[in-house]
């Protein structure tokens, strides 16, 4: 018998062997028709989070706690989307003989799967017959089925179905390791976990295709990448496609354009961004907003260049882990002299600390930079201005003593919530990002160095009460992070805010401060960035709002119309007025009628219009309207004192 601990603290014992189904199945039948997968973590077991996820028709060996996973899980909706990737190549191999896979995973909506047609072509033209396939076989409720396999059985059978992909990717894994899925005639490479079958896609939806190189390499062949989406409910779906819409609308590129914020040229660059006058006007009040508050919690500005010598990133570490991946040193005319363009500000800021002896009376020293750094996405990877190869980072980092950490690291979590309330990202899950425990290589840094980042990390978030959630595998390669993860308007999912602890850069740099007894110790270095970057806060702010800003933020708070030309002198006179008043304003007095005006500034989701004509220049005021609404009719020193009004109470 084994040993079952339950959420709740309570324990059953059962058969070793048991099933994470059959364990649900004798609490509830109906709860066993919800369950989709089911976490496992061994007894003793000491790390955080749930544990790893099961089949629930893998046997249970030991003793362990357990979590029954459903839809409303996200590991669950992983292992749902994962085993659809599984159907949608089954439907594929019956339409399309002779495709062949590379990868298939879950992803953030849904999942994709990397084919090779040869000499077919798929278009969204064919999404229809490929759902309808899929229905199809999920209804013969199918069940994946996983088979251990020997690395000789494994390369046997792709080499004789000629799957050169999946050939490559059984060299690299070791004997023992490896495990097969079926379902119906397909099998895959695969470790899972999965569905007990197909009966529960009750759903289908692809929703696109593009092109990707094999592994990411440009050097290797394009495949073909088709993203879908799969629901246990019809209405799920259609819920989906509705936000799907919604999220066309708010798309942060379409009202980039509209509000003429930013642009792309082909010129300048792939994934270099532009800012327009407005954009502009918009990214600097970001700046000063978050200047004022780092003023208060006593931030020091400090500037640094745009490119560092090799020398300083080979110190860093940046240079071994992504040196081959990044914008390639700048030689200049005098041989052996190598630049690059800065990927980070850490290891300047480094250099700044080191650049004059600290005390511990010195410390917290905390030194703030709105940084712009660059690095290369592949083509394929940019997205306006959520992925772009430079951005401008809100960065930050914090020397500071052992027994200041946890604080200071507080600290920090106080000033990210304060931009998202001021912001209104008001859903958000703070994610505790740890290294990956079976692949250490990837990091930089001892044992204790990482032991020791990660439990200030776990402390701090749970002083300030915050709701998380663990990830392995996520950290940065030099130290453990907190990722604020928001839920936008329409319910999707951006990571914004980040806070990392750091030994490592400080060993590296061979930074240190005077002890009280006069000793030299390290300190550690805190990490931080509220925005992640002004380009990809701006991006989610646009799709957040739909281009309904903050008052304050606005590029042009305020337009005055006059409804004929005999009026744009007091037009004129408001502007300067509310100009002089610190209030962005602009007259737009083009000879075309108010209500074409008005459509056409509505695109550049001005908040405030003031409208002048007869009574308003006899009286002296205006009649104003906020976002499409009448706020009434106001003398020009009432609307200035309401505008500002306005302005306070949105950064109250």
Known sequence: MINITFPDGSVRAYEKGVTGYEIAKGISPRL???????????????????????????????????????????????????????LMAEALEDL???????????????????????????????????????????????????????????MKHFEEKGDQYKCELISELEDGTITYYTNGHFTDLCRGPHLRNTEVIKAVKLTAIAGAYWRGDETRGQLTRIYGITFPKKSMLDEYLVVLEEAKKRDHRKLGKEMELFTFSPRV??????????????????????????????????????????????????????????????????????????????????????????????????LAEFGTVYRYEQSGELHGLTRV????????????TPDQLKEEFEKVIDLILYVFKIFKFDKYTAQVSLRDPNNKTKYIGSDENWEKAENAIIEAAAEKGLKTVVEYGEAAFYGPKLDFMVKDAIGRKWQLGTIQVDYNLPERFQLEYTAPDGSKQRPVMIHRAPFGSIERFTAVLLEHTGGHLPLWLSPDQVKVLPISEKYSDFAKKVCSLLNNSDIRTSVDDRNETLGKRIREISLLRVPVLAIVGEKEVADGTVSVRREGADAGTMKLEDFVAWLKAEMAAELA
């Open 96 to 154: 399309f003989p002779g495709v062949k896979f590379g990868i298939g995973p879950a992803i953030e909506n849904g999942f994709y799967y990397d084919v090779d047609l040869g000499g077919n072509q798929i278009t969204d033209a064919d999404f229809p017959k490929i759902e309808k396939r899929m229905l199809e076989l999920a209804r013969e409720k199918q069940d994946y089925t996983r088979i251990d396999v020997s690395k000789a059985e494994a």
């Open 32 to 86: 066993a028709e919800e369950v989709l997968a089911v976490a496992v973590k061994p007894a003793g077991d000491t790390t955080i989070g749930k544990g790893q996820t099961f089949d629930l028709n893998r046997p249970i060996e030991e003793d362990c706690s357990i979590m029954l996973l459903k839809w409303e899980d996200d590991e669950a909706k992983r292992v749902f989307w994962h085993s659809s990737s599984h």
């Open 269 to 366: 660059g792939m994934g270099l961004p532009l800012w327009l006058p407005r954009g502009s006007v918009m990214r600097f009040e970001l700046e000063k907003f978050l200047r004022r508050k780092q003023n208060e919690y006593g931030y020091l500005p400090v500037v640094t260049p745009h490119i560092g010598g090799k020398d300083l990133y080979v110190t860093s570490g940046h240079y071994a882990k992504y040196g081959k991946d990044s914008f390639q040193p700048i030689h200049t005319p005098q041989e052996g002299e190598e630049y690059m363009l800065k990927p980070m500000n850490c290891p300047h800021h480094c250099e700044i600390f080191r650049s004059s002896p600290k005390s511990y009376k010195d410390l917290p020293f905390r």
């Open 389 to 400: 190869r430079s951005f401008t980072q809100d960065d930050a980092h914090m020397f500071v």
